[in-house]
């Protein structure tokens, strides 16, 4: 309630400005020449009622356009505040570091359960992006599912690292989580439970997180190419 009566008392505060402003600019003048002008309309005893007529059209018009001028005036100043607002909301960017090639891919794979696979956030403009989670991705056959940890925040310079799980059959790896467990081993058991006959899987990495006590979203295509064996822009 507050709240409305300090919003109205603003808007009637700019009618008054732009209505006293209009009464003594071109109104004015026009209220003055008239008489000039017209000397016979603004003569005597029905003069006086003319002369009371013009100013009652004269009030009313300006009360009308204060009253256009007031809205239009608090209705931009309302659209500079969202868009500056919306400018200003986090946008984050993704980047995926992993081999190419099937032969690169099983050395990554085989070779003592090597950390060669890279998810990584980075702030590209805005607020900080706080509270960061991810919906779990699906392999097509549905076997696997491909889910990220929470991160408290991402904040620019530094790129933040994601530390992804395979989940078997909807059952968390029983391994303690850390980087090794972003491995190229792991993440092809989720490849693989994949049709045969599609020439690319795609996925779709949803991240949310909160912006001023919002909750927001950005999405994320992931695809992969079957045939060449490595991931690849949408």
């Known amino acids: 309630m507050g709240d409305w009566l300090k919003g109205l008392g603003l808007f009637l505060a700019d009618m008054y400005r732009h209505t006293v402003g209009k009464m003594t600019g071109v109104l004015s003048i026009i209220l003055a020449l008239a008489p000039v002008l017209c000397p016979d309309f603004f003569s005597g005893d029905r003069g006086l009622l003319h002369s009371k007529w013009a100013w009652e059209v004269a009030a009313a018009i300006s ?10 005036e608090q209705h931009k100043a309302r659209l500079e505040v969202e868009r500056k607002h919306f400018d200003e909301r986090p946008q984050l960017g993704l980047r995926l570091i992993a081999p190419s090639g099937v032969e690169n891919w099983r050395s990554a794979a085989y070779a003592n359960n090597q950390q060669l696979v890279f998810f990584s956030l980075h702030h590209l403009n805005g607020r900080k992006a706080t509270n960061l989670h991810f919906d779990p991705i699906s392999s097509h056959r549905g076997g696997y599912s491909l889910r990220f940890l929470k991160v408290p925040f991402v904040n620019p310079p530094v790129q933040t690292s994601l530390v992804f799980e395979v989940w078997a059959n909807g059952i968390r790896p ?16 989720f490849l693989w439970d994949n049709p045969d006959d599609l020439p690319e899987f795609r996925y779709n990495l949803v991240v949310r997180f909160e912006d001023r006590g919002e909750e927001r979203t950005q999405s994320f295509p992931l695809v992969f190419d079957a045939a060449r064996y490595e991931f690849t822009q949408p």
């Open 174 to 189: 029983t391994q303690e989580v850390n980087a090794a467990s972003c491995s190229a081993a792991k993440l092809l058991e």
């Open 63 to 72: 009360f009308f356009f204060a009253a256009h001028s007031a809205w239009s």
